[in-house]
Nanobody
């Protein structure tokens, strides 16, 4: 199983970006999907997560500006980022808890995407 993130880049303050993260491989089902970010010199932190098509959760720092959504048919999670600020500059990582088939049954494993850089200039 792999998570492939895309959509990062350089944008001016006030602009928008949309991140995508597609899961591929031997997937039985996907539970929680989320986005984390790691600013320079800081720890990685959760900013948005979604379990189903409803009830997403957001960190206070992005609430009202970012929107997480998922397309279950495509095993893909998105992060629409609006009104971007310089403090949103970070490497963004997608994360998912994915149910996979084992020889003895099934298990849920955590997977990470490779990270995509978002830079917001002032």
């Amino acid at each position: 199983v792999q998570l492939q993130a895309s959509g990062g880049g350089l944008v001016q303050a006030g602009g928008s970006l949309r991140l995508s993260c597609a899961a591929s491989g031997s997937i039985v089902g996907i539970n929680r999907m989320g986005w984390y970010r790691q600013p320079p010199g800081m720890q990685r932190a959760l900013i948005a997560s979604i379990i189903s098509d409803s009830n997403p959760d957001y960190a206070d720092s992005v609430k009202g500006r970012f929107t997480i959504s998922r397309d279950n048919a495509k095993n893909t999670v998105y992060l629409q980022m609006n009104s971007l600020k310089p403090e949103d500059t970070a490497v963004y990582y997608c994360n998912a808890n994915i149910r996979v088939k084992e020889r003895w049954g099934f298990s849920v494993r955590e997977y990470w995407g490779q990270g995509t850089q978002v830079t917001v200039s002032s």
